[in-house]
């Protein structure tokens, strides 16, 4: 069965850097765009970006873009998704999620809080 | 970008009564292959978003059927026939039309 599974927490300082990682097992990896979402405690959903594990071309939403990297591992069938210069307000339930987009398959969602 | 606006953002329904939420864009979500994707995501607590229904109508596999989608355009609505205790929580409409893909805000269901 499909399964996309997330690395755990992290706690970063401002002006830091992330990077969550989502390990996907199922289905052939390359075949599939993974997207990234993130939600606020308590806020919405909020889209970021997506990424093609076979052909490593990346989209991003406008706000994230120069400070979002979104990457894979194809021996590994993991893709990774970076944001850098973290603010406060980055503090967030990151989640991967599968094309098509939305999907029925999602990560369990790895939580970055953003503290001084 | 596309902006999705839903309503009401939160609707407190009785058990066994229906329940609708209305989600409208800023532009048609009419892709140019002629599909138009926008769907419904259901969210509980501490939960990743659940899948319940894609382009507009179509019910994922497992889903009820008392949930159901309708619309057109700019305008679209998710409707419960039959509230259970069960369906409490967060749903969201999304569209995956044009990039950047955007959510509505949200409606919390509240079961009475």
């Known amino acids: 069965q499909v399964q996309l599974v997330q690395s755990g927490a992290e706690v970063k300082k401002p002006g830091a850097s992330v990077k969550v990682s989502c390990k996907a097992s199922g289905y052939t990896f390359t075949t599939y765009d993974i997207h990234w979402v993130r939600q606020a405690t308590g806020q919405g959903l909020e889209w970021m970006g997506w990424m093609n594990p076979h052909s490593g071309n990346t989209g991003f939403a406008q706000k994230f873009q120069g400070r979002v990297t979104m990457t894979s591992d194809t021996s590994i069938n993991t893709a990774y998704m970076e944001l850098s210069s973290l603010d406060f307000d980055d503090t967030a339930v990151y989640y991967c999620?599968?094309?098509?987009?939305?999907?029925?398959?999602w990560g369990q969602g790895s939580l970055v809080t953003v503290s001084s | 970008d596309t902006v999705v606006t839903q309503t009401p953002l939160s609707s407190p329904v009785t058990l066994g009564q229906p329940a609708s939420i209305s989600c409208n864009s800023s532009h048609s979500l009419v892709h140019s292959d002629g599909n138009t994707y926008l769907s419904w995501l259901q969210q509980r607590p501490g939960q990743p978003p659940r899948l319940l229904i894609y382009?507009?109508?179509k019910r994922f596999s497992g889903v009820p059927d008392r949930f159901s989608g309708s619309g057109a355009g700019t305008n679209f609505t998710l409707t419960i026939s039959r509230v259970e205790a069960e369906d409490a929580g967060l749903y969201y409409c999304?569209?995956?039309?044009?990039?950047?893909?955007?959510f509505g805000q949200g409606t919390k269901l509240e079961i009475e």
């Open positions: 999304v569209q995956a039309t044009q990039f950047p893909y955007t």
């Open positions: 382009q507009i109508s």
């Open positions: 999620t599968r094309k098509p987009f939305p999907s029925a398959f």
